[in-house]
Nanobody, 125 residues
Framework: QVQLAESGGGLVEAGGSLRLSCAAT????????MGWFRRAPGKEREFVAG??????????GDSVSLEGRFTISRENSRNMVYLEIDSLKPEDTGVYYC????????????????WGQGTQVTVSS
């Protein structure tokens, strides 16, 4: 099993940046692909970004892939995965969740693997 704990959320003004962190404990971290999802108020959870165990393969969700404001990364030596969000917009507001899974097919509907409790991001206009 893998336990995940997100941190780094908060209240930020539009245009600012945040780096979300996810700390993993339990089974070998490097065996898992890691992903970030978010749930905006009143909306379904959506896939934001995923990174393979090696860090060599990265994919971004349809809603963010064209913007270039999101960057996912990982440090296997520290059992950490990060999501950096630049030029924050009010529509980035939501709860951001970290996910660990083996061989995932990343999509908005993906529900497998292990999940953290989420970290709240609120962007003020």
């Amino acid at each position: 099993q893998v336990q995940l704990a997100e941190s780094g959320g908060g209240l930020v003004e539009a245009g600012g940046s945040l780096r979300l962190s996810c700390a993993a404990t339990g089974s070998a971290f490097s065996n898992y692909a890691m992903g970030w999802f978010r749930r905006a108020p009143g909306k379904e959870r959506e896939f934001v970004a995923g990174i393979s165990w090696s860090g060599q393969n990265i994919v971004y969700g349809d809603s963010v892939s064209l913007e270039g404001r999101f960057t996912i990364s990982r440090e296997n030596s520290r059992n950490m995965v990060y999501l950096e969000i630049d030029s924050l917009k009010p529509e980035d507001t939501g709860v951001y969740y970290c996910n660990a899974a083996r061989n995932p097919y990343w999509s908005d509907a993906f529900a497998g693997g292990y999940w953290g409790q989420g970290t709240q991001v609120t962007v003020s206009s």
